[in-house]
């Protein structure tokens, strides 16, 4: 638990209105040894103040002695005595904020400290009021992960033969080392090629590499059945399961510091690092229990994998989808920051990045409808059919402009239906405030456009640019970028306050292409 040191000027910390005590002290006086506490309602906190109110024994007194000072720490509530000669901590009788259990005294205390070493072991000081929900699903997914790991493991050895006589050691060992080598070489490869989308997308490539490694599990399992396709069962088995464990350790650094609250990651990191240590033994525990029970039973034991993986499997990415969830990233990409414009151009204030994240979600079949107009970072491709409007805003670019906005026109991919959307071209010295700016100034476009869809779709599909479009595009273009500059300062202070890491925009390889400008 926090130590926390409480200031005494601040009385109304404790509920309690203090006297100050007199320049000269009484003559020394025994302490008392226990006091009565009355304790509000016990929460999970990391503010270093606390609601205790203290109400003396009867036949005490208003002691001179006592301090207007108590200290928390591990769990203990203790306050500071003067008798006269010396300065004594005594503890008071009373539970911790964090505990609300009527026990009797001794095994109050016995369960008071074991239960805060035990929170103290496993949980960093100060993280955010989040974390707790993350850590009880990270237990479900570890153990029943852990847990298929070692049924498959068990797998693969029967596959290859080991236990029996006529195994071979050398070609089992030739196998194994073939299947670990194109597994990690799979591993660069595809680290390499989606490096970006580790920041933008860490959700659903998170949780896509999570199912393709409980897959890979199945695989491994089917070893024993198709001995002769070891290699190549293995092989696959492994090369995904390479990719998840690529994929865990690149997202791992921004999963912990969106719940850390004082730039203590690496305390994060560590106890992390525990807690999966922990968990995957309690998974081992429960498979070795597993196979105790049908040990006299070969049969039954070589039937336990695929019985149990459908189970396992499921609480495994329950687990991990639900724990997903309880992730806030205050880091900005292209969606988080569109999601927090559009609802500051409703509602006229910024999200949480809870907020934020419950919206986003997961998308891990990438089917969340974008709506009518939607926003896209990038350049002009000229396979797209390309609206008149679109070379008007390109001409109209200046020296001074570091972003240009213009409509295009694209095919869905599952439908194949013709659909309008707003491009954003960024230049190559584009600012952070310079891509807010140009995205806020979008979505003003795109309210103005929602609101007579069908007059300026028709005004894009011309083959001639219609008159009418051609007067109010520039207009509108001018109109919504007034508004966007004037929303800028109380945005980015809100933004701020609200917890957003407004340094940088993080933008996928393809938002990532930039224009330079060419004055002929």
């Known amino acids: 638990m926090q130590s926390s040191f409480y200031a005494a000027s601040n009385s109304h910390h404790f509920l309690l209105s203090w006297k100050t005590p007199q320049p000269q002290f009484t003559p020394r006086k025994p302490l008392p040894r226990r006091l009565r506490t009355t304790f509000k309602a016990p929460t999970f906190t990391n503010s270093l103040r606390t609601s205790i109110g203290y109400e003396p024994e009867e036949g005490l007194g208003e002691d001179p002695g006592r301090l207007p000072v108590v200290i928390r720490r591990s769990g203990r509530v203790s306050r500071y005595f003067w008798d006269g000669d010396c300065l004594q901590l005594v503890g008071v009788d009373g539970r911790a904020a964090s505990f609300g259990l009527d026990l009797d005294d001794g095994f109050r205390k016995f369960y008071r400290v074991c239960s805060c ?15 707790m929900s993350y850590v009880k699903w990270k237990l479900l997914h570890r153990v029943f992960s852990s847990a298929l790991q070692v049924l498959a493991t068990q797998a693969m050895f029967r596959a290859i033969g080991i236990g029996y006589s006529r195994s071979l050691p050398a070609a089992a060992a030739l196998n194994w080392v073939l299947k670990d080598g194109l597994g990690r070489l799979s591993r660069c490869i595809y680290t390499a090629s989606l490096a ?3 920041d933008t997308n860490l959700k659903r490539v998170r949780f896509s590499t999570s199912v393709l490694f409980t897959l890979s599990i199945g695989v491994e399992l089917l070893t024993p059945a198709y001995p002769q396709y070891f290699l190549l069962l293995a092989s696959l088995a492994n090369v995904a399961k390479q990719i998840s464990l690529a994929c865990y350790i690149a997202t791992s650094s921004a999963v912990h510091r969106s719940f850390a609250i004082a730039d203590n990651l690496g305390e994060l990191s560590a106890k992390a ?43 495994d990415l329950c687990g991990i989808y639900q724990g997903l969830k309880h992730v806030h990233l205050q880091t900005l990409s292209k969606d988080r920051l569109e999601i927090l414009l559009n ?57 001074d402009d570091y972003y240009f906005i213009s409509m295009e026109t694209f095919y869905t991919r599952k439908r194949r239906t013709k659909q309008h959307g707003i491009l954003l071209c960024l230049r190559e010295r584009a600012s952070t405030p310079d891509i807010i700016k140009g995205l806020l100034q979008a979505c003003y476009i795109r309210k103005v456009l929602l609101m007579d869809e069908n007059r300026w779709a028709d005004m894009v599909d011309a083959r001639d640019a219609l008159d009418s479009a051609l007067n109010e595009w520039p207009k509108l273009i001018e109109e919504c970028k007034r508004r966007a500059q004037g929303d800028m300062c109380l945005l980015n202070e809100q933004m701020v306050a609200r917890g957003w890491a407004t340094k940088n925009i993080l933008l996928s390889t393809q938002e990532q292409t930039r224009y330079s400008f060419v004055d002929d």
Not at 346 to 375: H, M, N, Q, T, Y
């Open 117 to 131: 070493a035990v929170r103290d072991f496993f949980i960093p000081k100060q993280v955010s009021g989040n974390y």
């Open 343 to 399: 609802t500051w151009i409703k509602l006229g204030k910024v999200p949480s990045p809870a907020e934020v994240s419950k919206e986003e979600g997961i998308d891990f079949l990438r089917s969340k409808d974008k709506g009518l107009w939607p926003i896209r970072i990038g350049y002009l491709d000229p396979k797209n059919q390309i609206p008149k409007l679109s070379m008007m805003a390109m001409r109209s670019t200046s020296d």
């Open 196 to 198: 970006s989308a580790f």
């Open 273 to 315: 690092q525990i807690q999966t240590v922990c968990f995957d033994n309690l998974g081992l525990l429960l498979a070795a229990l597993l196979n105790m029970l049908l040990k006299n039973n070969q049969r039954l034991q070589t039937g336990l994998p695929f019985v149990v993986y459908p189970i396992f499997s499921a609480l």
